[in-house]
């Protein structure tokens, strides 16, 4: 309900904007077109934009594969081994189990497979095209000077891993959050056709998690509170920002969950691809116990709804003498 309510809080706002800009009804009422019916550019088609279409591939997944492929190939030419086998499997004796699924993801985790995904698209991006709202520069974060050369050096992925996992620890945000983060984050790329590069990944980054949290979590973070962890930043200016990603995203902020689970399982492999293990624990008797509980109450559920199901069917049996109706001609 409360995902619900800033939906709708948002399609005031994007009606309002359409307001302003003189595109209204012509009895006086700001006309807001549904985000289904709107028309896309034919280069921005729904099926090709991985956001939006779940059968279309993630962008960051695509842009991982030439170093890994490369990597890969730098280690048979050399012949480097694998090294220590670190994985852990399973045996007749302990079953090791992630605590991460699609529903629960792991914290740690998933926001380690984002910021990788995130490395990835500032290292292979296309080209440097930006906005100014988003150029560190033009609005700093911090009020340390901003070296000339700031647009030069690509972060690493612990530079970019520190800068998110100290937001989601200050605002206390979900794992899940993480994920939606991603996905604007790619909208944001598509529908604006500019790239994440050193100069704006940052202020992008923050633009996100900012939407994402207020979307996804029912208490959500309030702008002023993410003036408290970052300490030289004035609500004015994410303010500003906030309204500028919306407008950028055409104020498209669903997420489907074809397409959440989506970008889930592509993390996964984005972590395999790079020695990224999600952490095994072995499967306690505690844990075997509420395993089996919570299996054992879809099965009834399964059960229940089947049972519902058929007497659904069964009813249009019982049913005898059924009266038709005169065509009235006129």
Same mark, same amino acid.
């Given at each position: 309900?409360?995902?619900?309510?800033?939906?709708?809080?948002?399609?005031?706002?994007?009606?309002?904007?359409?307001?302003?800009?003189?595109?209204?009804?012509?009895?006086?009422?700001?006309?807001?077109?549904?985000?289904?019916?709107?028309?896309?550019?034919?280069?921005?088609?729904?099926?090709?934009?991985?956001?939006?279409?779940?059968?279309?591939?993630?962008?960051?997944?695509?842009?991982?594969?030439?170093?890994?492929?490369?990597?890969?190939?730098?280690? %048979?030419?050399?012949?480097?081994?694998?090294?220590?086998?670190?994985?852990?499997?399973? #045996?007749?004796?302990?079953?090791?189990?992630?605590?991460?699924?699609?529903?629960?993801?792991?914290?740690? #985790?998933?926001?380690?497979?984002?910021?990788?995904?995130?490395?990835? %698209?500032?290292?292979?991006?296309?080209?440097?095209?930006?906005?100014?709202?988003?150029?560190?520069?033009? %609005?700093?974060?911090?009020?340390?000077?901003?070296?000339?050369?700031?647009?030069?050096?690509?972060?690493?992925?612990? %530079?970019?891993?520190?800068?998110?996992?100290? =937001?989601?620890?200050?605002?206390?945000?979900?794992?899940?959050?993480?994920?939606?983060?991603?996905?604007?984050?790619?909208?944001?790329?598509?529908?604006?056709?500019?790239?994440?590069?050193?100069?704006?990944?940052?202020?992008?980054? =923050?633009?996100?998690?900012?939407?994402?949290?207020?979307?996804?979590?029912?208490?959500?973070?309030?702008?002023?509170?993410?003036?408290?962890? =970052?300490?030289?930043?004035?609500?004015?200016?994410?303010?500003?920002?906030?309204?500028?990603?919306?407008?950028?995203?055409?104020?498209?902020?669903?997420?489907?969950?074809?397409?959440?689970?989506?970008?889930?399982?592509?993390?996964?492999?984005?972590?395999?691809?790079?020695?990224?293990?999600?952490?095994?624990?072995?499967?306690?008797?505690?844990?075997?116990?509420?395993?089996?509980?919570?299996?054992?109450?879809?099965?009834?559920?399964?059960?229940? =709804?089947?049972?519902?199901?058929?007497?659904?069917?069964?009813?249009?049996?019982?049913?005898?003498?059924?009266?038709?109706?005169?065509?009235?001609?006129?």
């Amino acid at each position: 309900p409360g995902t619900e309510r800033r939906a709708d809080a948002y399609q005031v706002a994007a009606a309002a904007a359409e307001a302003e800009s003189g595109d209204s009804d012509p009895g006086g009422g700001p006309h807001l077109q549904h985000i289904s019916d709107r028309e896309f550019p034919d280069d921005l088609a729904l099926e090709s934009n991985p956001s939006d279409h779940p059968r279309a591939s993630t962008i960051f997944l695509s842009k991982s594969q030439t170093d890994v492929r490369e990597k890969r190939k730098s280690n %048979h030419i050399n012949h480097v081994s694998p090294g220590q086998l670190t994985k852990k499997y399973s #045996s007749c004796s302990t079953i090791f189990i992630d605590d991460s699924t699609v529903s629960q993801p792991n914290l740690r #985790s998933t926001i380690k497979c984002v910021t990788l995904a995130i490395y990835y %698209h500032i290292k292979n991006r296309d080209s440097v095209r930006s906005l100014d709202i988003f150029d560190e520069k033009s %609005h700093p974060l911090t009020r340390e000077e901003v070296p000339d050369d700031y647009s030069k050096h690509d972060p690493d992925h612990k %530079h970019i891993y520190r800068f998110v996992r100290t =937001l989601f620890s200050a605002a206390q945000l979900t794992a899940e959050c993480a994920i939606v983060t991603l996905v604007y984050l790619e909208r944001l790329l598509t529908y604006a056709e500019i790239d994440i590069c050193p100069s704006n990944w940052k202020r992008i980054v =923050l633009g996100a998690i900012l939407l994402a949290s207020k979307v996804w979590d029912d208490q959500a973070v309030w702008n002023v509170d993410y003036c408290q962890i =970052l300490k030289d930043i004035t609500v004015e200016d994410m303010n500003e920002m906030e309204r500028h990603f919306l407008e950028l995203l055409q104020f498209n902020i669903n997420v489907p969950a074809s397409v959440y689970a989506k970008y889930y399982f592509d993390l996964r492999s984005l972590a395999d691809d790079n020695n990224l293990n999600f952490l095994l624990e072995p499967l306690s008797k505690e844990r075997a116990q509420k395993l089996e509980a919570i299996s054992r109450l879809c099965e009834d559920k399964y059960k229940d =709804l089947s049972k519902a199901a058929m007497r659904r069917s069964f009813s249009a049996d019982n049913l005898v003498g059924i009266r038709r109706s005169n065509a009235i001609l006129s």
